[in-house]
């Protein structure tokens, strides 16, 4: 396999996405705080982490790595805004690192989407 940028994004939003779902999962005391605060725990915590983990093997198979972006997209959005507007920066004292890995998630998902927008079903054409 050749080593790449765009290979070197994919594995870096997968894995910031791919870490995350360990605390989902096991409804880590963070996890659970962060779905509280937002009025969707437990479905909220779990349903995010089940599209996370589609997210992430779609970025990791190359044939569908643009339809994984758009996905991770969509729920980093949410994350940021959930930051933003409502859970703040700092979470439990952690200096705002969940706040920049999703930051990080975002501009990687729109590194991954952009040169592939043209094979995104229904938007593709436009873009």
């Given amino acids: 396999m050749k080593f790449s940028f765009d290979l070197l994004v994919r594995l870096a939003v997968a894995v910031i996405l791919f870490q995350t779902l360990f605390f989902k999962f096991t409804g880590a ?5 962060i779905f509280s ?3 969707a725990e437990p479905v909220g915590r779990i349903g995010s ?5 589609i997210a992430v093997i779609l ?3 190359p044939g569908t790595t643009a339809i994984g972006a758009v996905l ?8 940021i805004l959930s930051h ?3 859970l ?8 705002g690192l969940l706040f920049y890995l999703a930051l990080a998630v975002f501009v ?20």
């Fill in 29 to 33: 005391e963070e996890s659970k705080y």
């Fill in 37 to 39: 605060t937002l009025g």
């Fill in 49 to 53: 982490g089940i599209v996370e983990l």
């Fill in 59 to 61: 970025i990791l198979n």
């Fill in 72 to 79: 991770s997209l969509g729920v980093i959005t949410g994350a």
């Fill in 84 to 86: 933003l507007f409502i």
């Fill in 88 to 95: 703040g920066i700092d979470i439990k004292g952690d200096g």
């Fill in 108 to 127: 990687g998902s729109i590194l991954l989407i952009w040169p592939r927008r043209k094979t995104l079903p229904f938007v593709g054409q436009y873009l």
